[in-house]
């Protein structure tokens, strides 16, 4: 992915809500337009640097996208990796207390692996 790195996602991020299809994506250097799932998954990969460690990392449970209540009160998807959260408001990694401090209300609900399979690969082939 080239310069894509986590300090250029944040910079460049650009929130644009999905359409009817909530599909997801991971985002590219050109296009780092997209929601907080895309920016959840986006943010994973360029820690992974791979597909592979991508999946892996969501399969055996070292990262989770979880829904959350953000502090406006809408539902919200998070990154939380390696004991930490980053999201597309934060744009930077914080701890579980930060969030909660921030108004955010973590449900504890997870998104499965295979449902971001699914949403990730709708997201490919509507493109």
């Keep these: 992915m080239g ?58 449970g070292s990262a989770k996208i979880k829904y959350c209540k953000s502090p406006s009160g809408g539902g919200h998807a998070i990154l939380q990796y390696k004991g930490m959260y980053i999201d597309n408001w934060q744009r930077k990694y914080v701890d579980l207390s930060y969030l909660i401090e921030a108004g955010y209300e973590i449900t504890g609900i997870n998104y499965l692996w295979l449902t971001a399979l699914i949403k990730v690969t709708k997201g490919a082939l509507l493109k």
């Design 3 to 60: 310069r894509l790195d986590l300090e250029y996602l944040a910079k460049n991020f650009e929130y644009k809500a999905d359409d009817s299809r909530n599909s997801w994506r991971i985002l590219k250097e050109d296009d780092l337009k997209g929601d907080c799932e895309d920016y959840a998954l986006t943010a994973l990969y360029i820690e992974t640097g791979s597909m592979v460690k991508f999946w892996k990392e969501l399969i055996i």
